[in-house]
């Protein structure tokens, strides 16, 4: 062996013995090629939700409907047709008619004699980017405001798919972060106690994390539903939702905390601090609950696609959101009817988005708990 490639590995040795917690487990992340994809595709999907207000080209709801394109089948650009090419993008005109044979649904009938080009930067609806920025300009659209241009197609209401599908993303990212965040907050103060402290402080504490285990979601959300009044808002369903999902997301991310603590409590660092009057609080919070941050990440991630899992099933048995708040559950109760499946098939294209979404997350979180094994490199 060269004198070279002896240095390089003990280089190699020096950066593997002094990189912190979080570099190592980078370090064994980025060797997972399916991770790596997932992650990509991962932020790909949460940016696309952010910036849904402008990449979609109109309004999600009822007020960015297209009256003359119901049920509408997906527009594709394209660049060139029986009358040449163009260097700009563009969709045909589209004749659309209805009989008895068709029992009566539209079919459409491209005209390649019409080109409605498409413009990019274009001024339409207003909306707040990112919530405080005002604006109006979107990453495309046609041409003059008289034809609208719908990539995945129209509803029965004549709302945009495309547009609708961003918003969706967004929605359901939003309530399985607040779902999160909730569980989160309850499992490290729960779980922190029970586990620095224990004894019957933590009997009585696992008796109430094992109660809340036994509670099943769907029917809690239906017994609450009945009492929800009518007139509420679709916000105050989102809160709502969220809070649930919160409620009762914690226990199994408590019972790792809690775990994890009786095992440290008794270390010498604690025994450190509390001979240097430390608080019982600022111990937990400085010293116990840092020495494992990235296994609470990795839990975070893990349990991310089970709150949009809930939330998507919820609104897609009723229980959850409603129209006209755009969320994957709500769009996924259009599929439900045999007519959408026959006619319609364009409705299915927010499923793939969903199952994108999910999967993503299942490949990210499995990637970062192997990484984050301290013996995953001795395995190999």
Not at 273 to 289: F, K, P, T, V, Y
Not at 341 to 366: C, R, S, T
């Amino acid at each position: 062996m060269s004198a070279k490639t002896m240095k390089s590995l003990q280089q190699d040795k020096e950066t593997y013995f002094t990189a912190s917690q979080s570099q190592l487990i980078w370090a064994r992340f980025k060797k997972q090629r399916a991770a790596m994809i997932a992650a990509g595709v991962l932020v790909f999907i949460i940016v696309i939700g952010i910036l849904a207000p402008a990449l979609s080209p109109y309004d999600p709801t009822i007020a960015g409907r297209d009256r003359d394109y119901l049920n509408g089948a997906p527009q594709i650009p394209q660049f060139c047709d029986k009358n040449g090419c163009s260097l700009r993008p563009f969709i045909h005109g589209v004749e659309r008619t209805r009989s008895a044979e068709t029992n009566f649904r539209w079919v459409e009938e491209p005209n390649e004699d019409i080109r409605h080009y498409i413009a990019f930067f274009v001024e339409g609806s207003e909306f707040d980017l990112f919530g405080v920025i005002p604006m109006d300009t979107h990453l495309f659209g046609l041409q003059g405001d008289e034809k609208m241009i719908h990539l995945f197609g129209t509803d029965s209401a004549g709302k945009d798919i495309f547009s609708r599908t961003l918003h969706a993303i967004f929605t359901s990212l939003q309530i399985g972060t607040l779902g999160v965040l909730i569980s989160f907050v309850l499992a490290l103060i729960i779980g922190g106690v029970s586990g620095y402290y224990g004894g019957r402080l933590d009997s009585v504490i696992q008796m109430v994390t094992d109660a809340v285990r036994t509670i099943p979601a769907i029917p809690l959300v239906m017994s609450v539903a009945a009492f929800v009044p009518t007139e509420w808002t679709s916000e105050q369903r989102f809160f709502m939702i969220a809070i649930i999902l919160g409620l009762i997301g914690w226990p199994t991310l408590a019972r790792r905390v809690r775990t994890h603590l009786l095992t440290e409590r008794n270390q010498e660092y604690v025994l450190a601090a509390q001979l240097c009057g430390a608080s019982s609080s600022h111990i937990i919070r400085r010293h116990l609950l840092p020495s494992f941050t990235s296994y609470i990440i990795v839990d975070l991630v893990i349990s991310f696609p089970y709150m949009v899992l809930t939330e998507t099933g919820l609104s897609f048995i009723g229980l959850g959101l409603k129209d006209p708040v755009n969320s994957l559950g709500v769009m996924l109760q259009n599929v439900t009817k045999a007519d959408v499946l026959l006619n319609y098939q364009w409705y299915f294209i927010p499923v793939l988005f969903f199952v994108a979404l999910v999967m993503a997350f299942v490949f990210v979180g499995d990637g970062l708990r192997d990484a984050a094994d301290p013996y995953s490199d001795s395995k190999k």
